[in-house]
């Protein structure tokens, strides 16, 4: 049966998107799970799955459209599977002038005999007028070069690379070697073969994946799509956003106690335990009403103040960090951040968070308190403009009355975008934050 | 002092002793006897011989075209004198080639006295010493018989003494229906004697595919070679020019057998001779000598390889451990995986075999395949008026990977080779069928095993299933 690709829901905010790369064409066979297409917003660059396994039969919004989210973008068929009718004649056209040979929606075919007439310039593929010539003398098609020049316009060298048989590295490999990295999906590439002469054998194969697997200096380790849009994305918030610290010193007792107290009514009546994170998310959100800039995001030269409050969380995995976000954390009540915690944190463990889930959030808490971690600084999670650390929960001594006295103290850490959040106004929102923590029974009143 | 001495000049001590000198090493070697081991000088270079003699004897009487009068028989006395020359033949062209090597080759009996030590008691008498860095035991083994049993070397023989009688027993019982008794079995049946092989398990040659050995069975029935089965010897006594076996089958009831001479190839037991394991604190498995993956003893600098060792004794599992102990001491690696190891019989019929047989596969669990190849179909057979035959593939079905062959007919073991080369070449099922063969030849047969495990058998009528 076909399986229909859309455009996904890139967050709340977010209501169009762009294709900046189709990594498949039509006619490639696709993994289930396997990056076929980035789309871009104004706020993110998101690599999108394939949601089946099969052949890319047609590929609908070509690169460098504008189309809304949920747009259908492509349709995955089964092998031996015919494209249904119905989408047959479905096209977005692309956008004018801006054609490039390698982004258009259907390959040029690679034609195998010169074509008979000269192939003639057109505006659509930029080409220096040597190479041109070349191409022509040749016989070579010049929508099948791939230009290198500025602007990716097609040079002379081009066309004699083009010219050149294409001379694969012969990568030798035993057949079981090759049909089990097909299978594990292991690239042979750089893989060390110790059968006659260099032969890769099944067994080179076994190692590479277990090095792989194996910590240790010295090799190299392809990053999952997780890592690469981890890596993306903080490059992008420590590049674009100026970022300012704060810290504070939050007594914890008052929190704790208050938590201890209403921890068997909470419990009897909702069947939930509430964690020090979930009264935490709690007063954040309710922070954020008094200071909404925190709850901003910058557009071009808008600052937007968004009209929902949701607080992610990180949650750390094997292959890295999610942040899924609890949803109104302002308007629900506590019993429904904790349910949301509960099933966001779950789901994540599992991989099934949606794409909304991961992209609603407006403000993160990044807590390392089962951690030996002071304090800490964070990269805020773009296109978010705050995110609170908080430190381990510590004994400190303090003068209470002129009297020393041990103190539970937890040091919490807060990061904004310096570029719309001041920082008198980041200072005010960390100590209103601070009051509202120390004095939970005031804070959580109504909740 | 040498780089490296050698306890054994056999098939696994003088590979070894080459790939050593080959390679720049000071080498070694303390051969008591002849160079070339238990294989060359009583094992299975003579019986090569003897089963070649037979074997042209057999097909003379057969052929529906050679005519005359006149009886074709064998003289016993010239056979083993044929096969004496082929021995001398071969261990003096080994001897030449150690020689051009430069390996030293002392003649005596070698004793580990230490690490990197060996003592020697020369032919001559005299005892002399050697240091070396590294050490390789490679003493091989010999028959193994039953505390009971007292060889006398004439009417109860082991191989060592039966290759080189010159005379036949009119009626031979060989205790032992593994390879050597079939191989011995074949060889007296065709001399003329009656036999009787006598064996302690429910088939013969245990370990092989179970409708190889079925096909192996019928074939010595045929041919008048009595098998039991089931069958514990209890007493072998010889008098009055007679040999009296007791033995027990599986009901329980105990028999006696009269004939002339018994064969007893009940397996065999490593040469520990020089070797004082429990002096030299040197660890061992069972009877043999314990190693690691590297062929290393827990002694530092000492190896051991071949059929000291145990495992598969065969000596070209010796000559391949030989090979690659070489390549550890010199600080490379090279491993010997026994599923790439052939396994030949050499009776009525050849039996060539590699890796696990169909049960094995089964009871690993394994999603298999089997290809299978009548010799009957294959033109080569039926030219050379040698039809009975089986080529059986047995691979992987979701990956290809062949997991065993195993072949029973003429040139059985010639023809696992090339299954051995694929598997150690890692090759599927599908490549074994894709390499063009000769026609017409035997070689066909293989390929036809392959394409039939893909259902794709050319010269094999259309498969009912």
């Known amino acids: ?447 | 002092m040498y780089d490296l001495a050698i306890i054994g000049g056999g098939p696994g001590g003088y590979v070894a002793a080459i790939r050593g000198a080959q390679h720049g090493l000071k080498v070694i070697v303390v051969e008591k006897g002849s160079l070339g081991g238990t294989c060359l000088n009583r094992g299975c270079v003579s019986t090569k011989c003897f089963i070649h003699d037979g074997k042209t004897l057999e097909a003379a009487k057969t052929s529906q075209v050679i005519m005359g009068t006149g009886t074709l028989l064998i003289d016993p006395g010239k056979m083993v004198a044929r096969k004496r020359q082929v021995v001398k033949t071969l261990v003096g062209g080994l001897g030449r080639i150690m020689e051009s090597q430069g390996i030293e080759v002392v003649q005596g009996k070698g004793e580990l006295i230490a690490p990197g030590r060996i003592r020697v008691g020369m032919t001559g008498g005299s005892i002399k010493e050697y240091e070396a860095r590294h050490v390789i035991l490679a003493t091989g083994s010999k028959p193994a018989v039953p505390s009971f049993i007292e060889v006398d070397g004439h009417y109860i023989q082991t191989t060592d003494e039966a290759l080189d009688s010159e005379d036949v027993p009119g009626k031979l019982a060989i205790i032992g229906g593994g390879v050597i008794g079939l191989e011995m079995a074949c060889i007296y049946r065709i001399l003329g004697c009656e036999v009787i092989i006598l064996e302690l398990l429910s088939d013969i040659i245990i370990n092989e595919e179970a409708e190889i050995r079925r096909a192996m069975r019928i074939l010595m029935e045929q041919r008048g070679v009595k098998v039991n089965l089931n069958t514990e010897v209890r007493e072998v006594v010889a008098h009055d020019g007679k040999v009296e076996i007791t033995y027990e089958n599986d009901t329980g009831r105990s028999q006696t057998l009269e004939g002339d001479r018994v064969l007893v190839a009940t397996g065999r037991t490593p040469v520990l001779e020089g070797i004082d394991a429990g002096r030299l604190g040197l660890n061992t498995k069972g009877p043999f000598i314990k190693i690691n993956d590297r062929f290393e003893t827990n002694l530092p600098g000492v190896y051991a390889v071949g059929d000291v060792v145990g495992g598969m004794m065969l000596a070209h599992k010796a000559s391949a451990q030989g090979e690659a102990v070489v390549a550890h001491i010199l600080g490379g690696r090279k491993e010997v995986k026994p599923e790439l190891i052939p396994r030949c019989t050499w009776g009525f019929s050849e039996i060539g075999s590699v890796g696990i047989t169909e049960e094995e596969a089964n009871a690993k669990g394994l999603p298999i395949k089997v290809g299978k190849f009548q010799y009957m179909n294959s033109a080569a057979a039926q030219a050379m008026e040698d039809v009975t035959g089986l080529v059986k593939i047995i691979g992987n079905s979701e990956t290809g990977e062949i997991l065993g062959a195993h072949i029973i007919g003429a040139h059985a073991t010639d023809l696992i080779g090339e299954v051995g080369m694929a598997m150690t070449m890692e090759s599927a099922v599908e490549d074994l069928a894709e390499a063009v063969r000769p026609h017409p030849t035997l070689s066909e047969t293989v390929m036809e095993a392959a394409m039939d495990w893909s259902d794709l058998a050319i010269d094999s009528p259309k498969k009912s299933r």
């Open chain 1, 1 to 447: 049966m076909a399986t229909e690709v859309v455009v996904p829901m890139l967050g709340i905010t977010v209501e169009k998107g762009t294709i900046v790369e189709w990594l498949k064409s039509e006619g490639d066979l696709v993994e289930k799970g396997e990056i076929i297409f980035i789309v871009e917003t104004e706020k993110v660059t998101t690599e999108v799955e394939s949601p089946a396994s099969g052949i890319l039969a047609k590929i609908i919004v070509p690169v460098g459209v504008e189309v809304p989210v949920l747009t259908l973008a492509a349709v995955i068929t089964e092998p031996g599977e015919e494209l249904p009718a119905e989408y047959a004649t479905r096209a977005i056209e692309g956008p004018p002038g801006k054609a490039k040979v390698k982004t258009q929606g259907e390959q040029a075919p690679v034609s195998t005999t010169p074509p008979q007439t000269p192939a003639t310039p057109t505006g659509s593929i930029e080409a220096v007028p040597a190479a041109r010539k070349l191409a022509q003398e040749k016989g070579i098609d010049l929508k099948t070069v791939s230009g290198t020049g500025p602007g990716g316009i097609i040079v002379i060298h081009d066309v004699e690379a083009a010219l050149k048989p294409r001379v694969e590295p012969a990568v030798k490999v035993s057949t079981l070697a090759r049909k089990l990295a097909e299978k594990e999906g292991i690239p042979l590439e750089g893989i060390e073969g110790t059968g006659i002469r260099g032969r890769i054998m099944q067994d080179d194969l076994r190692r590479a994946a277990e090095e792989k697997a194996a910590h240790g200096l010295g090799k190299v380790v392809q990053m999952n799509s997780m890592r690469k849009v981890i890596a993306r994305r903080m490059a992008e918030s420590a590049v674009n956003a100026p970022h300012i610290y704060f810290f504070t010193d939050v007594w914890m007792e008052p929190i704790l106690d208050f938590r201890q107290d209403i921890l068997p009514d909470f419990e009897k009546k909702f069947g939930l335990r509430p964690s020090v994170n979930d009264f935490l998310i709690k007063a954040v959100a309710l922070n954020i009403l008094d200071f909404p800039i925190l709850n901003a995001t910058l557009k071009g030269e808008e600052i937007h103040i968004l009209p929902e409050v949701n607080i992610c969380l990180a949650v750390a995995l094997p292959e890295g960090l999610m942040v899924p976000a609890i949803a109104n954390a302002d308007k629900v009540g506590l019993a429904g951040i904790i349910q949301q915690r509960k099933d966001l944190v779950q789901r994540a463990r599992s991989g099934k968070l949606s794409m909304d889930e991961l992209e609603r959030g407006t403000f993160t808490i990044s807590s390392l308190t089962q951690y030996d971690i002071t304090y800490f600084t964070a990269i805020l999670n773009p296109p978010q403009s705050g995110i609170l650390t908080v430190g381990k929960t510590r004994d400190e001594l303090a003068m209470v009355d002129g009297e020393v006295e041990v103190k539970k103290v937890s040091t919490f850490g807060l990061s904004v975008d310096h570029r719309i959040i001041d920082g008198a106004v980041a200072a005010d929102f960390l100590q209103n934050l601070k009051w509202k923590l120390e004095r939970p029974s005031f804070t959580f009143l109504t909740v």
